[in-house]
T-cell receptor, first 114, second 114 residues
């Protein structure tokens, strides 16, 4: 069965520091991979997605993620965090050709220290 | 409208009552999804509508849950005989198609069952 693991429930980083949020997935075929962000009181917003091709994908707000098939990982990175990045981040996987039927991880809450 | 609209934003009900949650997708989006976000379960897929095809109901947790989509636009999620474990945020999302298009999420309906 498909599953997504986000090992870190809560992460705190200082503003300006780099960020990496971990995501591991379990899926038997080529997955579609996503990162979504949920800010307080707002709906989920897509940061980036990977379907095929270049394993390093760029997203909005300066985020990027790298697909590593050998490690079944799709970690999210940002070189310099801004206070407005404080939010909850969700990694998700979908079966091929079912890009909207998502299996989500439990989420990682990001706090940013001034 | 500009985004996915859900109503009501908050709903408090008594155990055993029926509730209806409404989702108005982005105009022109043929695919519509319902997800549930709860403390114990994270984000779970519930049901998916794509055009005139039969909906994918594989995520509905019990037969107390049902959904319909009228005229290929507005959708209603109905929960009959609500239970306390139904308390959650119910999120609706829409996309241009069901495969590789990104999902646009509404802000959700917070359901509290007393």
């Amino acid at each position: 069965a498909q599953s997504v693991t986000q090992p870190d429930i809560h992460i705190t980083v200082s503003e300006g520091a780099s960020l990496e949020l971990r995501c591991n997935y379990s899926y038997g075929a080529t997955p579609y991979l996503f990162w979504y962000v949920q800010s307080p009181g707002q709906g989920l917003q897509l940061l980036l997605k990977y379907f095929s091709g270049d394993t390093l994908v760029q997203g909005i707000k300066g985020f990027e993620a790298e697909f590593k098939r050998s490690q079944s990982s799709f970690n999210l990175r940002k070189p310099s965090v801004h206070w407005s990045d404080a939010a909850e981040y969700f990694c998700a996987v979908a079966a091929y050709n079912q890009g909207g039927k998502l299996i989500f991880g439990q989420g990682t809450e990001l706090s940013v220290k001034p | 409208g500009a985004g996915v609209s859900q109503s009501p934003s908050n709903k408090v009900t008594e155990k055993g009552k029926d509730v209806e949650l409404r989702c108005d997708p982005i105009s022109g989006h043929t695919a519509l999804y319902w997800y549930r976000q709860s403390l114990g379960q994270g984000l779970e897929f519930l049901i998916y509508f794509q055009g005139n095809s039969a909906p994918d109901k594989s995520g509905l947790p019990s037969d107390r849950f049902s959904a319909e989509r009228t005229g290929g636009s507005v959708s209603t999620l109905t929960i009959q005989r609500t239970q306390q474990e139904d308390s959650a945020v119910y999120l609706c999302a829409s996309s241009l198609a069901g495969s590789e298009e990104k999902l646009f999420f509404g802000s959700g309906t917070q359901l509290s069952v007393l």
